[in-house]
C-alpha cells in the first residue's frame, strides 16, 4: 500500500494548540481524512479535505493540505483534555484508503 | 451522520475454528465496504474492499482463504476468520461508503476484537 507517515507521540497543555502533522507519498490521493479513535473503539471521522483544497476550518480543527510536498497537518485550537486520543491521518481515492501509524496526543490538565 | 455497526464487539475462540463478524450499515447502503485490520498501539492495514454482489479484493499479503469476505447486500458485509489461530487475534475495524454520497466520506464500524486461544 501507499506510505502514510506520522509522528508517534505529542503531549500539550489544556487550553495550547496541537498540531499533528502527516506525510504521504500518493499523489493521486483524492480524499484526506483526520480520525479519532478513544481507547478502545473505533474510528471516528473528525474531517476531511479534497486535494484540491488547501485549508479547511471547523470550529476548533485546522486542517492544512500542501500537496506539493505531500503533507498534512491538523490543528486542534484550545485543545481540551477530552481531545486526548489517536489520531490518524488517512489518505485515498475512491476505492482505497491507507491510514498513517497514528499520533498519540496527551493533553495534560 | 450514518451509522455502521460491527458485531460482535468482542469474541474469544478456541484455536482451529472460525469467527464470523458481521458489518452492517444502518441508515444508508453502501456498494463498498472495507475491512481492516489493527494491531496493538499500531494503525489500520487494509485487509480488503468488499463490493456488492462480487468478489472482495485483498490487499497483497492477506490470504484469501483465510478470510472470507461476503458483500451479500447493500447493508450487510461479512468477514469469517476461518481456522483462527492466535496471530490471528486483532482488532477487526470495517468501514463503509454510502451509495448516495459522493463526498468520499466512509464511516466506520465500532471494531471487533477477536482473541484467539
Avoid at chain 1, 42 to 57: A, R
Avoid at chain 1, 63 to 82: E, F, M, P
Avoid at chain 1, 84 to 99: L, R
Avoid at chain 2, 2 to 28: N, Y
Amino acid at each position: 500500500g501507499e506510505d502514510v507517515e506520522q509522528s508517534l507521540f505529542l503531549s500539550v497543555r489544556e487550553g495550547d494548540s496541537s498540531v499533528i502533522n502527516c506525510t504521504y507519498t500518493d499523489s493521486s490521493s483524492t480524499y484526506l481524512y483526520w480520525y479519532k479513535q478513544e481507547p478502545g473503539a473505533g474510528l471516528q471521522l473528525l474531517t476531511y479535505i479534497f486535494s484540491n483544497m488547501d485549508m479547511k476550518q471547523d470550529q476548533r480543527l485546522t486542517v492544512l493540505l500542501n500537496k506539493k510536498d505531500k503533507h498534512l497537518s491538523l490543528r486542534i485550537a484550545d485543545t481540551q483534555t477530552g481531545d486526548s486520543a489517536i489520531y490518524f491521518c488517512a489518505e485515498g481515492n475512491f476505492n482505497k484508503f491507507y491510514f498513517g501509524s497514528g499520533t498519540k496526543l496527551n493533553v495534560k490538565p | 451522520g450514518a451509522v455502521v455497526s460491527q458485531h460482535p464487539s468482542w469474541v474469544i475462540c478456541k484455536s482451529g475454528t472460525s469467527v464470523k463478524i458481521e458489518c452492517r450499515s444502518l441508515d444508508f447502503q453502501a456498494t463498498t465496504m472495507f475491512w481492516y485490520r489493527q494491531f496493538p498501539k499500531q494503525s489500520l492495514m487494509l485487509m480488503a474492499t468488499s463490493n456488492e454482489g462480487s468478489k472482495a479484493t485483498y490487499e497483497q499479503g492477506v490470504e484469501k482463504d483465510k478470510f472470507l469476505i461476503n458483500h451479500a447486500s447493500l447493508t450487510l458485509s461479512t468477514l469469517t476468520v476461518t481456522s483462527a489461530h492466535p496471530e490471528d487475534s486483532s482488532f477487526y475495524i470495517c468501514s463503509a461508503r454510502a451509495v448516495d454520497k459522493n463526498t468520499g466520506e466512509l464511516f466506520f464500524g465500532e471494531g471487533s476484537r477477536l482473541t484467539v486461544l
